[in-house]
């Protein structure tokens, strides 16, 4: 692994209510087709753009963990489940440049979170502390800010995040499985199978702890 200052991180958040296969095969191929040092999952305390989770906090992280534990290129990273405020990505990435301060920063985002980016705390800083790759969703299209946002950060830092150490903004597709943790929970509700949905560890896991049941 590199030091600090040759380091390239992938930060990649969400609620993982529960995590599941949609989740890990796209960060997987990121870590890959980055080169990470590491990606970092960022299992939310209380998202400002998202319901309130089902499972707590602890169970969520837990989940995580027996997920990924055989990939050592993804890593759990607990400092936003830990904050008892909303998390803003702008505070998690003035954590992570503190920390390291030479390397590389890559921020993924869904397509669908990146059309509304503007309406994200401290957006423009954002731009100033790291890189940010926007997952193609066949859902989500840019909308005209965005697409203009995406032009304007091209010209200026250019398209690859690769070359430049903050400020890029860069697409990419992923695998995309066609897999909802709403859905994951509503099939456990309604006593439905959730088979090859997630890691059978992260299934092992709910039924020992009867998440999600109602």
Not at 8 to 37: K, N
Request: net charge negative.
């Amino acid at each position: 692994m590199n030091d600090k200052a040759q380091q390239r991180i992938g930060l990649f958040g969400g609620t993982f209510d529960p995590v599941h296969f949609g989740h890990l095969r796209p960060a997987i191929e990121l870590a890959e087709g980055f080169a990470l040092d590491h990606l970092r999952l960022l299992p939310n305390h209380r998202p400002v753009h998202r319901d309130k989770p089902t499972a707590t906090t602890e169970q969520r992280i837990a989940m995580l963990e027996l997920a990924i534990d055989s990939q050592p290129e993804l890593l759990v990273d607990s400092r936003e489940a830990m904050r008892d405020k909303p998390s803003y990505t702008f505070d998690t990435l003035t954590e992570f440049r503190a920390e390291f301060p030479q390397a590389s920063l890559i921020f993924f985002m869904g397509l669908d979170a990146y059309s509304e980016f503007d309406t994200w705390h401290r957006w423009q800083d954002i731009l100033e502390l790291a890189n940010l790759v926007v997952i193609d969703r066949p859902d989500a299209q840019l909308s005209d800010w965005s697409a203009n946002l995406l032009n304007v950060q091209q010209q200026k830092h250019g398209d690859r995040v690769v070359d430049s150490p903050f400020g890029v903004i860069e697409r990419r597709e992923v695998t995309q499985l066609a897999i909802s943790a709403t859905e994951i929970r509503h099939c456990i509700a309604t006593r439905q199978s959730i088979d090859f949905l997630l890691p059978d560890c992260v299934k092992q896991y709910i039924v020992t702890h009867k998440l999600y049941q109602q």
